[in-house]
């Protein structure tokens, strides 16, 4: 999924749990619970596109505009702002650690990429973990179009969530 749906989603969860421990924890999980669902990304090979990565640059600072808009008018004390980011910055952050560990070569950190690959909805391609999903079925039209509708629901329910 993209960085704003995993953080909305955490943001709105760390707001149900009220601490800021369980929105840490809760909003990691909730980040693999997420990817089990078919849904579109950005795809590594795509990111030397300047199109692509001017979307991945705007995903999250549109995201984080959402989430202060929805706190400034629902007027969040600083304790609902602390879990609320923790929550969402947590969700989001297993996709920032896979970036990082692609783009740097980390090589002792592969065992989570073969977690975090593992549990998402396409083939996992245990043979080689440096591949990426780009020639999945997330990136056909068909693809693109249902990954993104699938993220839909998610966000919807949790600016509810975040504005209640």
């Known amino acids: 999924m993209v960085i704003s749906s995993h953080f909305i989603a955490g943001a709105a969860l760390g707001k149900a749990t009220g601490n800021p421990i369980l929105a840490v924890v809760f909003g990691f999980v909730l ?4 990817d089990l669902v078919p849904h579109w990304n950005y795809g590594y090979k795509h990111l030397k596109k300047v199109k692509t990565l001017l979307l991945v640059l705007m ?6 505009a959402l989430y202060l808009t929805i706190g400034l008018i629902r007027g969040y004390s600083a304790s609902t702002w602390l879990v609320t980011f923790l929550g969402g910055f947590f969700c989001a952050l297993p996709d920032l650690i896979e970036f990082f560990i692609r783009v740097f070569n980390i090589k002792p950190l592969i065992f989570f990429l073969k977690f975090h690959r593992a549990v998402h909805w396409f083939d996992p391609h245990p043979e080689n973990i440096w591949a990426t999903a780009e020639d999945e079925i997330q990136f056909t039209k068909k693809g693109t179009f249902f990954g ?8 919807i329910i949790a600016i509810y969530f975040l504005l209640h």
Do not use: E, S
């Not at 509708?149 to 998610?154: G, H, K, R, T």
């Open 59 to 64: 995903d999250p600072l549109l995201a984080f």
């Open 148 to 155: 993104i509708l699938y993220q839909i629901p998610f966000v």
């Open 31 to 34: 980040h693999f619970v997420m």
